[in-house]
Nanobody, 123 residues
């Protein structure tokens, strides 16, 4: 059973930075993708970024390009999201997720999810 545990959320002022981590345990495969999504209550879960575990290829949602950076540490089985120039509209619960296969922006394509971590950006 794949398990994901996020950490690093919190409260930050607009323009500030925050880093998230997602530790994965359980069966892993060389060809899997890890992703970050976010959700505001009452709205759909949105794609933030994804990274292929083997080669480190990345994708970003349009709203975070140039501000957020996704990365992974294979030795630690951990994925990261560095968030810079944060805006109030970045406020959401951030989830990490895993899927077998290539990067995908659709949350329904990810079968494994973490519990989520709250990120709040004050204006």
């Amino acid at each position: 059973q794949v398990q994901l545990v996020e950490s690093g959320g919190g409260l930050v002022q607009a323009g500030g930075s925050l880093g998230l981590s997602c530790a994965v345990s359980g069966p892993t495969f060389s060809t899997y993708t890890m992703g970050w999504f976010r959700q505001v209550p009452g709205k759909e879960r949105d794609f933030v970024a994804a990274i292929s575990w083997r080669f480190g290829n990345t994708d970003y949602g349009d709203s975070v390009k140039g501000r957020f950076t996704i990365s992974r540490d294979k030795a630690k089985n951990t994925m990261y999201l560095q968030m810079n120039s944060l805006r109030p509209e970045d406020t959401a619960i951030y989830y990490c997720a895993v899927r077998l296969g290539d990067r995908d922006t659709r949350p329904g394509e990810y079968p494994y999810w973490g519990q989520g971590t709250q990120v709040t950006v004050s204006s």
